[in-house]
């Protein structure tokens, strides 16, 4: 084993303590102070050019340049530090100790992980350009990598292409998952707010009731996906809350729906958008009630572009073998903000293996720490590779 081996072995070994440490005090979208004050430091430590702190709020940004000689180009690698409002039911010794807060979809190995690149990458130097490393807040729901980007992320850092890791449950240790074009859908969220009549429960004739006139909606809003939809095409409507009433003797005078929308293609994103509305008003008024729909464009596709896609996949193969790398995943139906940087630069998102484990989000999730070495491997061939002029 050759000394650059052994130094990017010790750095995954250090990130697994690293990694357990952002498990055991997580911290919610754009309040990752205590995260982001842990990646500056090492980051300084590490002898880092140029290391700026608070874009987009609790975002850091790293900059490494390479000592080969010649013109090189500037990668950029993206991790995510923020984690979810959700309590642990795991009994390990890295449990969180923000009760009601839980790294539930392994950004901590995701910081962790590329920690572990920059350590290695900031010893041996051995690329020409330079690497941008990057840590971005509030991934879950915040728009953090959105917030950086209009906080100057890419002016204050030269990037020529961006790429970003996310590990998969139940993929195998080791093992590389993309595809080119759409690789998560687009992410939209809608409120329906109805206005009916309220009354006694023992008189329904004198009211207008917002029970039934939800639950109709709720029924309708399914024929967009089946009856509207192009059967090739994808699309998700979830209604995910219903809030209506008090008390069992009250029809009550108003209901509130919230839901996600996921989509892939944009005409059936406008579709399913309009439908929607209309569905929501012509049901409304069916009934003689008022409603309102709020529809939120939240996160877009993640659009991974083909030559970088390419890029990754080769790298991967390079790293694991060409019968560990899926480079035609189906696409999943999950937002990720990683979309506003690949609109802004090309570039691809790569989903790595976390081995059995329980799913992204749930109480019994848990990053596993074996599953840095892969990543922390990948990003320092990206960036050896990727720099060379
Ligand atoms: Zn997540
Ligand atoms: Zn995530």
Redesign the pocket.
């Known amino acids: 084993m050759s000394a650059v081996e052994f130094a990017l072995d010790d750095a995954v070994t250090e990130a697994g303590v690293w990694r357990r440490h952002f498990h055991a005090t997580p911290e919610l979208r754009y309040e990752e102070h205590a995260t982001a004050a842990f990646i500056a430091d090492k980051l300084r430590a590490f002898g880092f050019d140029r290391v700026e702190t608070g874009i987009g709020k609790t975002g850091v940004v790293g900059l490494l340049k390479g000592k080969r000689s010649g013109p090189g180009r500037n990668v950029g690698l993206r991790a995510d530090m923020d984690a979810?409002p959700i309590l642990e039911a795991n009994e390990v010794a890295h449990k969180s100790t923000n009760i009601g807060v839980m790294h539930a979809?392994g950004h901590d190995g995701h910081s962790a992980s590329l920690l572990a690149a920059a350590r290695y990458l900031s010893v041996s130097r051995d690329f020409a350009g330079s690497a941008v490393f990057i840590f971005q807040p509030a991934?879950?729901g915040g728009a953090g990598g959105k917030a950086m980007i209009e906080d100057g992320l890419f002016d204050r850092f030269e990037v020529d292409e961006v790429y970003g890791l996310h590990n998969m449950p139940n993929l195998a240790l080791g093992k590389f998952s993309t595809t080119v074009g759409p690789v998560t859908s687009a992410s939209d969220r809608f409120a329906i707010e109805i206005e009916g009549r309220g009354s006694h429960a023992s008189r329904p004739q004198e009211g207008i009731d917002t029970v039934i006139v939800g639950t109709q909606i709720v029924n309708a809003l399914q024929t967009i996906v089946s009856r509207n939809v192009h059967p090739h095409e994808s699309a998700v409507v979830s209604v995910t809350m219903f809030q209506a009433g008090q008390t069992d003797n009250v029809i009550p005078q108003t209901a509130l729906l919230r839901g996600t929308v996921r989509t892939f293609n944009p005409a059936v994103q406008d579709l399913v958008e309009r439908r929607l509305k209309e569905v929501v008003t012509g049901v409304a008024g069916l009934f003689g009630a008022q409603a309102t729909v709020t529809y939120l464009r939240d996160y877009p596709v993640t659009f991974n572009h083909a030559e970088s896609t390419a890029h990754a996949v080769r790298i991967a193969q390079g790293l694991v073998g060409a019968a560990s790398v899926e480079a035609a995943m189906k696409p999943v139906m999950g937002g990720e903000d990683f979309s506003f940087m690949l609109q802004k630069k090309p570039g691809a998102f790569v989903f790595f293996g976390n081995g059995p484990s329980s799913g992204?989000?749930t109480p019994t999730y848990d990053f596993n720490d074996q599953a840095i070495a892969s990543a922390a491997a990948f990003w320092v061939r990206l960036v050896q590779d990727r720099t060379a002029a």
């Open positions: 979810l979809c991934e879950e992204l989000h």
